[in-house]
């Protein structure tokens, strides 16, 4: 009897010592319960902007290639072996200058001859005109004299014609491409001797669309990137335009003239060109980090004040707004449709958010957006 009153006692003090636990616990579990609603709900570090009020300049972009105004790759127009070379390849020359001359002593030595002929033919003219004059000679004799005369004339254009053609000038100004003979080479008629290009200023040709045809004009201002002179822009105009369009493409090439001192435009050069129209528009415009992009469409996150009930504190929220967006130049891009000047949009961390989040703002980071930017590494 006193073994089960001990198993009984003990029973029972296992169940006293459980439902005291349970007590205990359950006091645990409605303080964190309580001390969780209190708690303020955390607030998601962005950075924001403000939606802005720009002038954009109305612009059509094209791709197209660099081509020299001026451009030829001199060639021997005589056969002959190289005498002298003077210029350095890659250098400049100047209009007129010696480049290249071939050996011309049998010339030289036949122009000295034929000058001596044509002296003499001179005077034997010079006295048939007195002698026809005073009746001593026939019509015939000097129409004789004459021919001789005007023969050796000839003879000696020719002869410097062909020290001319053997003696290699630049025929305009320009760089000079890698040179193609040495000293002391035969040449042969058509061989290449150096190219030669005009690079001050450049043609950039590009092409655009026949609908886009009615909008350009000759005058109208270019401006012109390259990959090989990467982050300068060049300023020129359109100076011509095809009168046909092309029946594959439906595209009508354009021609602008691009000033470039630098001569870093280089002809064959893939070039992207931006035509500026007359017309500028006014457009809103807010960060492209700003928009979330998905199959229903885009939106942004608009940052606003409100009053938190329970602490009565002005506090930080976003709402997620649906917008239409227009064109997008650098960093930035258009809204046509969903905000107003002035309004906050988050611009990073915007995946993190959702309606009504509580938002802190840190802009000491974040990026400054430009239509144009210009990284100081690119």
Do not use: C
Not at 196 to 222: C, H, I, K, N, W
Not at 228 to 238: C, I, L, R, Y
Not at 268 to 288: K, W
């Amino acid at each position: 009897m006193n073994r089960k009153r001990k198993v009984l006692l003990a029973v029972l003090g296992l169940v006293a010592v459980i439902v005291v636990l349970a007590g205990v616990k359950a006091n645990q579990i409605r303080a964190l319960m309580k001390a969780g609603t209190e708690m303020p709900v955390p607030s998601e570090t962005i950075s924001a902007a403000d939606v802005r009020q720009e002038t954009w300049e109305s612009v059509m972009p094209a791709v197209g290639s660099v081509t020299a105004v001026q451009g030829v790759e001199l060639r021997a127009e005589l056969s002959g072996t190289v005498r002298h070379i003077n210029f350095d390849s890659g250098g400049l020359a100047q209009k007129g200058q010696l480049l290249v001359q071939l050996d011309t002593t049998m010339e030289e030595a036949q122009l000295r001859a034929t000058k001596a002929q044509a002296e003499l033919a001179r005077q034997n003219l010079a006295r048939a005109v007195d002698l026809r004059a005073q009746g001593v000679i026939s019509q015939s004799d000097f129409d004789a004299s004459q021919a001789a005369g005007n023969q050796t004339i000839g003879q000696v254009d020719t002869i410097e014609a062909t020290i001319a053609k053997k003696t290699i000038r630049a025929p305009f100004t320009g760089r000079l491409g890698i040179r193609s003979v040495n000293l002391g080479q035969f040449v042969h008629d058509g061989d290449p001797i150096v190219s030669l290009y005009s690079l001050d200023p450049v043609y950039v040709d590009f092409t655009l669309p026949e609908q886009q045809l009615g909008l350009v004009q000759r005058a109208m201002a270019v401006r012109v990137t390259a990959d090989g002179a990467a982050g300068k822009t060049f300023e020129g105009k359109v100076t011509a335009l095809n009168p046909d369009v092309d029946a594959a493409t439906r595209n009508v090439k354009v021609q602008a003239t691009v000033a470039n001192p630098s001569h870093e435009l280089r002809p064959g050069m893939f070039a992207r060109v931006t035509l500026v129209l007359p017309e500028t528009q006014d457009l809103l415009v807010i960060p492209a980090t700003a928009v979330l992009h998905a199959p229903y469409g885009d939106s942004v996150f608009v940052v606003s004040d409100v009053k938190d009930e329970k602490s009565g504190k002005t506090v930080k929220q976003v709402q997620m707004t649906t917008v239409r967006l227009g064109e997008a130049r650098g960093d930035l891009v258009a809204v046509t449709q969903g905000l107003a000047a002035g309004q906050t949009i988050a611009t990073s961390g915007v995946f993190k958010l959702r309606n009504g989040s509580r938002v802190a703002i840190d802009n000491s980071l974040a990026p400054n957006a430009q239509s144009e930017p210009r990284p100081p590494n690119s």
